[in-house]
C-alpha cells in the first residue's frame, strides 16, 4: 500500500495505549495454508477510536482476536502500553487480559443461557479479583447503572431480555473490570436500527465517562463514520487504505476503498421540519 | 389503472400456548403491475409473515381473523393446494434472505435448476422437456441473471460458489416459471455491500426487462430506497405509512417513520446526532390498545391508547395511520 499522508492529529504527542506491527496469521487447513492477516500495523493512542472496516474475509475480525491474543499469531508483536504481549503467556498474560476485553457481534450466543444475568456480570470480578459478597454484588449493581439498565434484572435470564439489552450486558461485563482497551467486533450488526443508534451513542457517553480507548471492527461504513477517528480498510487480509475518518471517507485514495463507500445505497436527504 | 396485488384489512393471529399471537393487525396494501414496493420494518414487525402470506405459505397454524388478498383477480385466500400449485413459482415467485438454506448442499446447481425447469415444463406443457431443451433453459436462466460463466456455475455444487452467486442462482430458478410477481424477503441481507449493490442492480434490471412486479422485504431502509418506488413502513403488524418512497424518507409523517430515520446513521454530508427509539417492540401476544406504536411515542395523547387509528390519505398516495400525523 502507498504510505498514508502524514496529518496533524490531537492525538500526536500522546504514546499508543495499543501498538500492532506486522500482524499476520496463516491458518492452516487441509494441507493448505491461507493468509488471512497479512502484514497489518495499527496504533492507537489513549482514549483514541480506531476502526476496522472491511467486507466478509477480509481478515477484520481476526485482527480483533490476535489483538485480543485470543489466537496467536503467525508474526508481528502487539504492545499494550508498551508491553510486549505477543512474548507472554500463563499466569503475565492472564493478569494483563483485565486490561483489555472484547465484545462480540451476537450478543444471543455471547451469554450463558443458564446464568442470570448477575452471573454474567459477577464472572469476570470471580476469575481476576478476590471481590466477593456485599461488594460484588455493589459492583453488579453499579454496573447495570452503567449501561442504564433496572437492578431488577440481576436475577433475569438472557432469554428474557432484548437484544440491546443483553448487548448491554456483554459491555457491562466487557467493562467489569475498568479495561483500559475495548475491542468491540461488530457490536451493532445483530441489532435493529433503532436499537443500533442506542448502542452507539451510549459506546460514544461510555467513552468520555470511562476513559476507555476502543478498537471497533465493522462491516458498517456508515457507524465507524459515527464512532471512530481513525479507520482502516481492509481486503483479503491486507490493510488497503488508513487514515482520520473523515478524510478517508471525503477523499478515499484507493479504487477500493472508492467502491466499498459507493455501494452503500443513498437515501434522498430528509426535509428539515 | 387496476391493482395487480390487492390486501385489504388482513388480520392474522397464530396461537400459541400464551395466547394468540396477533401478528397482522389490519394489513391494506396495493400494488400496480410491473411496480416495486418495499416493505420496511424492524424484526418482529411482521414483514416476512405478509410476505409468505402472499405466497400461501404463512405460519402453519395461523388464522386468518380477517381481510383478503387478491392476485390478478383471483382470491388467493380461497384457492386449495392443487390450484396453489398453478400459482406458486408459475405466477407468484420469492426468494429469500439465505441462499444456502435454499440450496441442496449434495447436487450440482445444474441439476436443481433442472428440476425447477422439468417441473415448470410438466406444469406448463404437460410433457417432460428433453435434456438439450433442460440445458438450453437453464443455461438462458443464468444468463438472464447475469452468469456468465454458466458453464461452471451449471457444474459446481452450492459450497463453490459465492454469496452474491448463490442468491443469483436463485433468482433464476424463483424466474424458471416466468411469473409476474416475485416477492423478495432481505434478498441483500445476508451479502456484502459491494455485492448487494450487484443484486440490486439485477433486480431493477429484471424488472426493466421483464417488466416484473416486486414485492421487496428489507429491514434496510438503503436497500428498498435503491430499488422501491413505492414504500410501506410496518410497525407491530400495522403499516403505519405508504407512499411514494421519496415522499416517505424525505418527508415522513408517522412518528414511527420519523424515528427509523432519525435513527440511521450517514454516510456522507452532516453527522446528526442518532437518535433511538426509547422502548421496545410490544409483545404482539398483548398488543397496545389503540395505536400500537402510542407506548413509544414522542406525539402519544390520551386517545391513543384507546382508538386505532384509521389510516387516511394525506396527500397525493400518502397513507398514514396516526392520529397526529403532523400536517
Not at chain 1, 477517528?229 to 487514515?243: K, L, P
Not at chain 2, 385489504?8 to 396495493?30: A, M, N, Q
Not at chain 2, 415522499?247 to 430515520?261: A, E, M, S, V
Amino acid at each position: 500500500m502507498s504510505s498514508p499522508v502524514t496529518m496533524p492529529s490531537p492525538d500526536a504527542g500522546r504514546p499508543p495505549l495499543l501498538e500492532a506491527t506486522g500482524l499476520t496469521k496463516v491458518f492452516l487447513s487441509g494441507g493448505k495454508s491461507f493468509k488471512a492477516v497479512d502484514d497489518v500495523s495499527l496504533r492507537i493512542p489513549q482514549g483514541g477510536v480506531l476502526g476496522i472496516v472491511g467486507e466478509s474475509g477480509s481478515g477484520k475480525s481476526t485482527v480483533a482476536r490476535l489483538v485480543m491474543r485470543l489466537i496467536e499469531p503467525t508474526a508481528g508483536r502487539i504492545l499494550l502500553d508498551g508491553e510486549d504481549l505477543s512474548a507472554m503467556s500463563g499466569e503475565p498474560l492472564r493478569l494483563v487480559r483485565r486490561h483489555m476485553q472484547i465484545v462480540f457481534q451476537n450478543p444471543h450466543s455471547a451469554l450463558n443461557p443458564r446464568h442470570t444475568i448477575r452471573d454474567a456480570i459477577a464472572e469476570p470480578f470471580l476469575v481476576q479479583t478476590q471481590l466477593r459478597g456485599i461488594e460484588l454484588e455493589r459492583r453488579v449493581d453499579g454496573l447495570l447503572d452503567i449501561v442504564s439498565l433496572p437492578k431488577a434484572f440481576k436475577y433475569r435470564y438472557p432469554h428474557e431480555l432484548s437484544g440491546g439489552q443483553k448487548q448491554r450486558i456483554c459491555i457491562a461485563r466487557a467493562v467489569a473490570l475498568e479495561p483500559r482497551l475495548l475491542v468491540l467486533d461488530e457490536p451493532t450488526s445483530a441489532l435493529d436500527v433503532s436499537v443500533q443508534a442506542q448502542i452507539i451513542t451510549f459506546l460514544q457517553e461510555l467513552r468520555e465517562r470511562l476513559n476507555l480507548t476502543y478498537l471497533f471492527i465493522s462491516h458498517n461504513l456508515a457507524v465507524v463514520r459515527y464512532l471512530c477517528d481513525h479507520v482502516i480498510v481492509m481486503n483479503r487480509g491486507r490493510m488497503v487504505e488508513e487514515g482520520p475518518t473523515d478524510a478517508v471517507f471525503a477523499n478515499p485514495s484507493e479504487d477500493y476503498t472508492r467502491k466499498l463507500i459507493a455501494s452503500i445505497p443513498r437515501l434522498p436527504q430528509r426535509a428539515q421540519t | 389503472m387496476t391493482a395487480f396485488l390487492t390486501i385489504e384489512d388482513y388480520r392474522l393471529d397464530i396461537p400459541t400456548f400464551d395466547g394468540d399471537l396477533k401478528v397482522l393487525d389490519g394489513i391494506t396494501l396495493s400494488l400496480e403491475k410491473g411496480e416495486t414496493l418495499g416493505i420496511v420494518g424492524e424484526s418482529g414487525c411482521g414483514k416476512t409473515v405478509l410476505a409468505r402470506s402472499i405466497l400461501g405459505i404463512g405460519p402453519a397454524r395461523g388464522k386468518r381473523m380477517s381481510g383478503r388478498m387478491v392476485f390478478d383477480s383471483i382470491e388467493l385466500d380461497e384457492l386449495d393446494e392443487s390450484e396453489w400449485r398453478r400459482i406458486r413459482g408459475v405466477k407468484i415467485s420469492m426468494i429469500f434472505q439465505d441462499p444456502m438454506t435454499y440450496l441442496n448442499p449434495l447436487f450440482t446447481i445444474g441439476r436443481q435448476l433442472a428440476d425447477v425447469v422439468v417441473a415448470h415444463g410438466r406444469a406448463k406443457a404437460e410433457r417432460t422437456p428433453s435434456r438439450d431443451e433442460q440445458r438450453r433453459r437453464c443455461d438462458a436462466l443464468l444468463e438472464q441473471v447475469q452468469i456468465r460463466d454458466s458453464a461452471r456455475v451449471f457444474d459446481s455444487y452450492p459450497h463453490q460458489l459465492s454469496g452474491g452467486m448463490r442468491q443469483r442462482v436463485l433468482i433464476a430458478m424463483a424466474l424458471a416459471g416466468e411469473p409476474q410477481l416475485l416477492i423478495a424477503d432481505e434478498p441483500t441481507t445476508a451479502l456484502d455491500v459491494t455485492i448487494q449493490a450487484q443484486i440490486l442492480e439485477l433486480l431493477r434490471d429484471l424488472v426493466s426487462r421483464l417488466g416484473l412486479t416486486v414485492v421487496m422485504i428489507s429491514h434496510d431502509v438503503g436497500a428498498i430506497a435503491a430499488i422501491a418506488r413505492r414504500v410501506a413502513v410496518m410497525y407491530a403488524g400495522v403499516v403505519v405509512e405508504q407512499g411514494r418512497t421519496e415522499d416517505i424518507l424525505t418527508r415522513p409523517r408517522h412518528p414511527y417513520t420519523q424515528g427509523l430515520l432519525a435513527a440511521l446513521p450517514e454516510i456522507e454530508g452532516e453527522r446528526h446526532v442518532l437518535e433511538a427509539i426509547p422502548g421496545t417492540i410490544p409483545n404482539l401476544i398483548h398488543p397496545p390498545s389503540g395505536c400500537r406504536f402510542h407506548p413509544r411515542c414522542p406525539r402519544a395523547t390520551d386517545i391513543c391508547s384507546v382508538e386505532k387509528p384509521v389510516a387516511r390519505s394525506i396527500g397525493a398516495d400518502h397513507v398514514v395511520a396516526c392520529h397526529h400525523a403532523l400536517a
